[in-house]
């Protein structure tokens, strides 16, 4: 039988992949949103609550579902927890350059292509399988890199040729905002950034991210050939269908 295709490369080969962010430190959420059948989970630890064990928590909860954890920053300790306790890759907030984002994936990728260390953790099963997860982790570790402000966008012909990137993500709030429009992600000005960053990625033959609260906002990407895509939150869907059963109620 056919090895299974690990999630960096089908993110690599554009296949189209739908998650959800999920920003509780839960593990039941987890366990539930991958058997509604999501094709992978948006772990936010850059604005969720979590410390390593929470987030080990919910990877165990949602397996065999991958998860990708956004890391607060891109520095070696975060981004060796998070590969160490098994996220199928990582997103990486605030990339605005090409050298921040050589660094990046230099700590995500054993030697010698890299500076990641090594120890035993869950991502080899705790050492059942260290050998064969030495070999493959450089492969089959996504490198997902947020780009969100005007300075990416100046550099993003650079940042989408780097070797070792496997797909940018838009994070159209924090890109309106540098772009000092917060929250109008349909200005002209915020559309013409993004733009910029669609023709870089093709160009590069690299994989696109985008997010939005719901579906209507991650269409119109989908069908410009974005290919990662994250459609709600947690609390909002909590939020909308609470609220919308309370008002049912009051009818």
């Given amino acids: 039988m056919a090895e299974m295709k690990n999630f960096a490369d089908r993110i690599r080969s554009g296949e189209v992949l739908t998650g959800t962010l999920v920003s509780l430190p839960s593990p039941e959420i987890c366990e539930l949103l991958s058997n509604i059948g999501y094709d992978w989970l948006f772990i936010d630890a850059e604005h969720g609550a ?49 050298a921040q984002a050589k660094e990046i994936i230099q700590h995500c990728k054993y030697a010698p292509t890299g500076d990641r260390g090594i120890g035993i953790g869950r991502a080899h099963k705790y050492g059942l399988e260290f050998e064969r997860y030495l070999e493959k982790a450089n492969e089959e570790t996504a ?16 940042i989408a040729n780097l070797k070792g990137v496997d797909a940018i993500l838009i994070g159209p709030y924090d890109l309106s905002a540098s772009l000092g429009m917060p929250g109008e992600i349909n200005h002209p000005g915020v559309q013409s950034a993004i733009d910029e960053i669609v023709s870089a990625c093709q160009k590069a033959n690299v994989s696109m991210g985008f997010f939005g609260v719901n579906a209507n906002a991650v269409l119109p990407y989908k069908e410009k050939g ?7 939150v947690d609390t909002t869907f909590l939020i909308k269908s609470a609220s919308e059963t309370l008002s049912e109620m009051s009818e």
């Fill in 50 to 98: 979590f410390n390593p064990q929470q987030a080990q928590s919910m990877l165990q909860a949602a397996s065999p579902t991958p998860c990708v954890i956004r890391v607060p920053v891109g520095e070696t300790v975060w981004l060796k927890k998070a590969l160490d306790i098994g996220a199928a890759g990582i997103i990486v907030p605030q990339v605005h350059n090409s």
């Fill in 143 to 158: 490198v997902i890199l947020q780009a969100e402000s005007c300075e990416a966008v100046d550099n993003i012909n650079d």
């Fill in 226 to 232: 974005f290919t990662l895509l994250t459609v709600g």
